[in-house]
């Protein structure tokens, strides 16, 4: 069983540029450990979070993820099972954006999950877009 889980959030004010550098380090690590794939994406203050991977690693990390006192206010977009193994060998690694990264890792991500994961790209495209302020 595989699932995808999608959700916004706000970062907690007390959280320093150092801290948010050691978040982005520790879960593209976890997640290409964890073969979860997806995306995290921080502007502004907040988070934009893409979880695709095995139905009962998701499930614990998003538990564990709305516990985290980093981020308040989770609202999540959607939660749903996905029919293809989304970590195939045709996929990058989990992603991380941050406003002074490379947007080309979120076109990526996005042209990715569009064939891979159309459900998703119809869910995630715009928000992802208007959120780091590319369209
Ligand atoms: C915005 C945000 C996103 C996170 N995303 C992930 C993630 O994708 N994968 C992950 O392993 N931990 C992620 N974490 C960290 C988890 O909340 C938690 O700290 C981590 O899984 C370690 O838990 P453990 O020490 O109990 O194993 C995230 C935390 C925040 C604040």
Known sequence: MWQTISYVS????????????????????????LKITGILMY???????????????????????KQDSRHYNIIKIFDRAIVNPCF???HSNFTVVGESYDHSELQTFLREEKS??????????YLANKFMKLS
């Open 10 to 33: 706000t970062v907690d004010p007390s959280l320093n540029d150092g801290d948010m550098e050691k978040l982005f380090e520790f879960v593209k690590l976890k997640n290409n450990e």
């Open 43 to 65: 502007s502004d203050g907040n988070f934009l979070q893409v979880l695709e991977g095995k139905k009962d690693i998701i499930d614990s990390l998003f538990n564990k993820i």
């Open 88 to 90: 195939s060998k045709y």
């Open 116 to 125: 891979f994961n159309p459900d998703n790209y119809k869910s995630i495209s």
